[in-house]
């Protein structure tokens, strides 16, 4: 299946540049631009794309707040991967806490930003786990007994934690000793019970509640 893009960046040229890349791959492509993240969510919801690749600062309306906008706007979003010039960047962290699924370097390679945008859209690892780990420990606050509160069990919280390291539903079945289907049980749950939309939300709920430590 054909993974659909959303372009949302106020730089033509930069525009120009990814659906370079993007439509030269045979399971990627451009189905459509934004020059502003105003325009997100109607076309959004017009053109329906798996993933939209989003500018995070803006002059406008910037990837944090059209994040937000995106997700309260649509009960089925699609993934969102933040573009940033700087990777140890607040708004970057703020965009993944509003609901961004990852984020990716203006100066990434063609093949990076292809690999990206499969991951994202897999959505069954996480990008770049080193970089959120740096990102919540300098810019995350404390999330309290979040993790308590979601009474997690013994095998959810293994789970969890294992997810915190970038692992695949493969590589965490493997590591396991159990079946892909029951890890995709288990993160299911993890996510309803931390009540967040993806493992990105979650992998950030548990370094914020103190759950993992994200320096250590």
Known sequence: MSIDVLLVDDDELVRVGLRAIIDAQPDLRVVGEAADGAEVPPLVARLRP???????????????????????????????LVVTTFAND???????????QGFLLKRARPSEVVEALRVVAAGESLLFPAAIRRLAGA????????????????????VLRLMTTGRSNVEIAEHLVVGVET??????????????????????????????????
């Open 183 to 216: 890890v995709k049980t288990h993160v299911g749950n993890v996510l309803a019970k931390l009540g967040v939309r993806d493992r990105t939300q979650a992998v950030i709920a548990a370094y914020e509640s103190g759950f993992v430590v994200p320096n250590g």
């Open 50 to 80: 798996t993933v939209v690749l989003m500018d995070v600062r803006m002059p406008a309306i910037d990837g944090i707040q059209a994040t937000r906008r995106l997700l309260a706007a649509s009960p089925a979003p699609p993934k969102v």
């Open 139 to 158: 810019y995350g606050g404390r999330g309290g007994d979040r993790l308590r509160s979601a009474r997690l069990t013994d095998r959810e919280a293994e």
């Open 90 to 100: 607040e708004y970057v962290y703020d965009a993944l806490r509003a609901g961004a």
